[in-house]
Every structure is written in structure tokens, then in C-alpha cells.
T-cell receptor
Framework: GEEVAQTPKHLVRGEGQKAKLYCAPI?????VFWYQQVLKNEFKFLIS????????ETGMPKERFSAKCLPNSPCSLEIQATKLEDSAVYFC?????????FGEGSRLTVL | QQPVQSPQAVILREGEDAVINCSSS?????VHWYRQKHGEAPVFLMI?????EQKGHDKISASFNEKKQQSSLYLTASQLSYSGTYFC????????????FGKGTKLSVIP
């Protein structure tokens, strides 16, 4: 597609529950990124992929977060055992030549 | 390291000009500029590459001083639609287009 599609738009979870977010990058884009934006608007890098391979996961709290980008499937970001501080908007972006195209984001609220 | 943006916020009257600055303590390969309106995804404005190449927006210009590791975004004859939060994103050239974003500059244009 011509835009990055993220689902769901909103997700509410109780603390300790699992959350899974999805992202369909723009067709033909080799790079996919996940960013977390918290209330103060700061973007925190989580993970990047080059095609289906993890390129950089230095931003991921690996004990609870995992992500995949498998061929012919939307990319996914999963949080096991959510915590209150995971409440944020999670943006997926894709790129082919440098400029990032962002999806509309998925707002996760952890109660 | 996160780039530093200044000012944090600025209020302009329609038609006035503004400059937003972004500086990094790391050597940079490129600097990106994005604008985010409240509740929306960031939108690409401009990318400045090491070596002087620039790609971006018709009504907005920017500069990139590689030696000083600084970039400035110039908004001239501002319009109401320019309101939003402007983020610079820096790429240190690891080859993945991964960006580290500044904390943002909130621009409000009033009639």
C-alpha cells in the first residue's frame, strides 16, 4: 500500500496483560522502525528491521518486548506483561531511501 | 545521544518568520525534520545529507552545518497550518536510517 497501516488504533490492557500491535509498511520499503512516544512527546526508538531481519534492537526492553517482521505478514510488536509505564503511542515507520513514513500510531493504555 | 532543539516553544503571528535549531554532540550523516500535529503522525518535511544534498519541502528551508553538527529549519511567512511540533531527527550513518529525535519545538501560529 501507499501508506503505513497500523492496527489497532487504540488498545486498553490491564497491568500484566499482553498487548500486540501490528504494522503494514509501505510496499517496497525495506526498513521498518518502531518508536514509542510518551506523554511529553518524546520519541524513543525501540527496534528496526531490514526486511525480516532485526537491524537494531538496542531500544527494546527485551524481557517483555518482542517484535517480528515476517515475509507476507504485517510486522508486529508484542508486549508481554504490560506495565503502567508502557502507556504510550507506538508509531511504526517505514523507509526505503531515508525519509520515514509514519503510520497513524497505536495508543496503548495500561490500567 | 539525543539532539538538542531550541527553542522549546514559539508563538508567531501569521506571516512572521521562525528559526528552529537542532544540535548534536555526535558526528552526523544526515538531519531530518518532521512536523507533528496534535494526535497525528509525524510528517516528513526535509532531509539534509552530509555533503550538501537537500530534499524536502517547497516553503520551508533548512541548513546543515556538518562541522558544528547543527541544523536549522527556517519557516518564512508562517501560515496557520504551520502550527504543530517540529522534531529534528539525526542519523549518525549506521546505514539503517534509524533516527534519534530531539524533544521537539512547539510552534503556534496565531491570526
Amino acid at each position: 500500500g501507499e501508506e503505513v497501516a497500523q492496527t489497532p488504533k487504540h488498545l486498553v490492557r490491564g497491568e500484566g496483560q499482553k498487548a500486540k500491535l501490528y504494522c503494514a509498511p509501505i510496499k517496497g520499503h525495506s526498513y521498518v522502525f518502531w518508536y514509542q512516544q510518551v506523554l511529553k512527546n518524546e520519541f524513543k526508538f525501540l527496534i528496526s528491521f531490514q526486511n525480516e531481519n532485526v537491524f537494531d534492537e538496542t531500544g527494546m526492553p527485551k524481557e517483555r518486548f518482542s517484535a517480528k517482521c515476517l515475509p507476507n505478514s504485517p510486522c508486529s510488536l508484542e508486549i508481554q506483561a504490560t506495565k503502567l509505564e508502557d502507556s504510550a503511542v507506538y508509531f511504526c515507520a517505514s523507509s526505503q531511501s531515508g525519509e520515514l513514513f509514519f503510520g497513524e500510531g497505536s495508543r496503548l493504555t495500561v490500567l | 545521544q539525543q539532539p538538542v532543539q531550541s527553542p522549546q516553544a514559539v508563538i508567531l503571528r501569521e506571516g512572521e518568520d521562525a528559526v528552529i535549531n537542532c544540535s548534536s554532540s555526535k558526528a552526523l550523516y544526515s538531519v531530518h525534520w518532521y512536523r507533528q500535529k496534535h494526535g497525528e503522525a509525524p510528517v516528513f518535511l526535509m532531509i539534509l545529507l552530509k555533503g550538501g544534498e537537500q530534499k524536502g519541502h517547497d516553503k520551508i528551508s533548512a541548513s546543515f552545518n556538518e562541522k558544528k553538527q547543527q541544523s536549522s529549519l527556517y519557516l518564512t511567512a508562517s501560515q496557520l497550518s504551520y502550527s504543530g511540533t517540529y522534531f529534528c531527527g539525526t542519523d549518525s550513518g549506521a546505514g539503517s536510517y534509524q533516527l534519534t529525535f530531539g524533544k521537539g519545538t512547539k510552534l503556534s501560529v496565531i491570526p
